[in-house]
């Protein structure tokens, strides 16, 4: 019911900035717990920060501060804003639909980011 398509990462030098973003298909997006996720080479892949349909966020606390999460539901989109990069947010970035009523998960297919000089 919902496919997301992640896009906007890249290779940043440390302190550099990127945007990511989330298209959601579908017509389930306003009813979806939005999230963000990374996995960097040989871990596991860790919770970034979320947005509720309200618009309500949380974040990790490694990445307060410099990544910023937001929605536009009329654009079915979701974004990351991702600020002073460093070497350790290098990995690849998941967008995450949990589609609240039906417990549902649904995931992109990741977008990678390099932080490096």
């Known amino acids: 019911q919902v496919q997301l398509v992640e896009s906007g990462g890249g290779l940043v030098q440390p302190g550099g900035s990127l945007r990511l973003s989330c298209a959601a298909s579908g017509s389930i997006f306003s009813d ?4 963000w996720y ?23 606390d490694s990445v307060k501060g410099r990544f910023t999460i937001s929605r536009d539901n009329a654009k079915n989109t979701v974004y990351l ?13 998941y ?23």
């Open 32 to 35: 979806c717990l939005m999230g």
């Open 38 to 60: 990374r996995q960097a080479p040989g871990k596991q892949r860790d919770l970034v920060a979320t947005i509720t349909r309200r618009g309500s966020t949380t974040y990790v």
């Open 81 to 93: 804003q991702v600020n002073s990069l460093e070497p350790e947010d290098t990995a690849v970035y």
């Open 95 to 117: 967008c995450n639909a949990y589609w609240v009523v039906a417990g549902r998960n649904y995931w992109g297919q990741g977008t990678q980011v390099t932080v490096s000089s």
